[in-house]
């Protein structure tokens, strides 16, 4: 079974600095895409950014890119020059060979003005 | 108008209720899911549906009864809940194809329905 782990239950961070959340993750699929998700205090959980397993370059989307590290199993989220608006739970998720989207337990990000 | 629509956005039940949690996409997705968020545990993925079928059951207890007419909707049926059933509901959607969901495909979610039960 597929296995999402985010080691920072919390991370703080100055506006306008950038900021890392981790993830790992476990499989034995071949073929499989890792997506991350924001979640603002409202409960909408808002698509940031994907990256597939076969894709060469890492993700990057706007102030969001993700550091894949395939040998490594890690797939972190880095945001640049945070913003206020920034702060919000953050879920790693995965897809492989079945149809669930396997969710990680999430990290609290507070931007601090 | 968003594209995942959840209605109520808030429910507050007895336990001997019986209520439906909604939810409605636009996106033209043929994938449904249904998730449950508790306080301080991971997303649990409760239910998915592809082209109206039901694909997943992820050992949810029978006072939760999804349906799913059309692909355009989701409804999850609620029956004497317990009080540990209180959580945030969400609904999701994605493009599927007849033989399944691929793995390069993002979830698209509702704000959700955040059921209180008394």
């Known amino acids: 079974a597929q296995k999402i782990t985010q080691t920072q239950p919390g991370m703080f961070v100055q506006e306008k600095e950038a900021v890392t959340l981790d993830c790992t993750y476990d499989t034995s699929d071949p073929s499989y895409g890792l997506f991350w998700y924001k979640q603002p205090s409202s409960g909408e959980m808002i698509f940031l950014i994907y990256?597939?397993?076969?894709?060469?370059q890492n993700a990057t989307e706007g102030r969001y890119s993700l550091n894949f590290q395939k040998a490594r199993k890690s797939a972190n989220l880095v945001i640049s020059a945070s913003q206020l608006g920034d702060s919000a739970m953050y879920f790693c998720?995965?897809?492989?060979?079945?149809?669930?989207?396997?969710f990680g337990k999430g990290t609290k990000l507070t931007v601090n003005p | 108008e968003t594209g995942v629509t959840q209605t109520p956005r808030h429910l507050v039940m007895g336990m001997t209720n019986k209520k439906s949690l909604k939810c409605e996409q636009h996106l033209g997705h043929n994938a449904m899911y249904w998730y449950k968020q508790s306080a301080k545990k991971p997303l649990e993925l409760m239910f998915v549906?592809?082209?109206?079928?039901?694909?997943e059951n992820n050992s949810v207890p029978s006072r939760f009864s999804p349906e799913c007419p059309n692909s355009s909707h989701l409804f999850l049926h609620l029956h004497t809940l317990q009080p540990e059933d209180s959580a945030l509901y969400l609904c999701?959607?994605?493009?599927?194809?007849?033989?399944?969901?691929?793995?390069?495909?993002?979830?698209?979610f509702g704000q959700g329905t955040r059921l209180t039960v008394v």
């Open positions: 990256q597939g397993s076969y894709d060469q």
């Open positions: 549906y592809n082209f109206k079928e039901q694909t």
């Open positions: 999701a959607s994605s493009q599927g194809v007849r033989t399944g969901i691929s793995a390069n495909t993002e979830a698209f």
């Open positions: 998720t995965f897809r492989g060979g079945s149809e669930k989207l396997v």
